[in-house]
C-alpha cells in the first residue's frame, strides 16, 4: 500500500507532502470560495474578515507540524494566504495618480 487516509490526513510511503498539501489547498480553496460572498460584503469590517481569515488558514495547515516540506510547497501555502488577504483587502488606490490597483506580495 503506498498511501492511505487516516484521521483526514494522506500518509504516504515516499515521505512526500504534495499530494496531501494539494488536496489540503485544494478544500481550502474550497472553504475560501464558499466565503467569497462574506469577504466581498462591504459593510462587514475588515477585523471580521480577518478573524475569518484565521479560520480559513488553520483549516488549511492542520497537522502540519509533522510536514516535512519544500521550499515551492512552503511557497504555495505562502501565495494561497496572500491570496485570501488580498481578497479581504480588495485594490488599493495609487496615491500619485488616483487609479486603482490590485496589491501583490511585496
Same mark, same amino acid.
Not at 89 to 93: D, H
Given at each position: *500500500? =503506498? =498511501?492511505f487516509k487516516y484521521l483526514g490526513t494522506t500518509? &504516504?510511503? !515516499?515521505n512526500s507532502m504534495q499530494e496531501e498539501l494539494k488536496s489540503r489547498l485544494k478544500s481550502g480553496? &474550497?472553504?475560501f470560495h464558499s466565503m467569497q460572498n462574506h469577504l466581498s460584503f462591504r459593510l462587514l469590517s475588515k477585523i471580521i474578515k480577518i478573524k475569518i481569515k484565521?479560520?480559513?488558514l488553520p483549516f488549511v495547515l492542520?497537522?502540519?507540524?509533522?510536514?516535512?516540506?519544500? *521550499?515551492r510547497e512552503e511557497?504555495?501555502?505562502r501565495l494561497f494566504e496572500n491570496r485570501v488577504l488580498r481578497r479581504i483587502?480588495?485594490? !488599493?488606490?495609487d496615491q500619485v495618480t488616483g487609479e486603482w490597483r490590485k496589491l501583490h506580495n511585496d
Open positions: *500500500m =503506498e =498511501e500518509v &504516504a510511503n !515516499k480553496n &474550497a472553504f484565521s479560520i480559513i492542520y497537522g502540519c507540524e509533522t510536514w516535512s516540506l519544500t *521550499m511557497r504555495r501555502v483587502f480588495g485594490p !488599493k488606490r
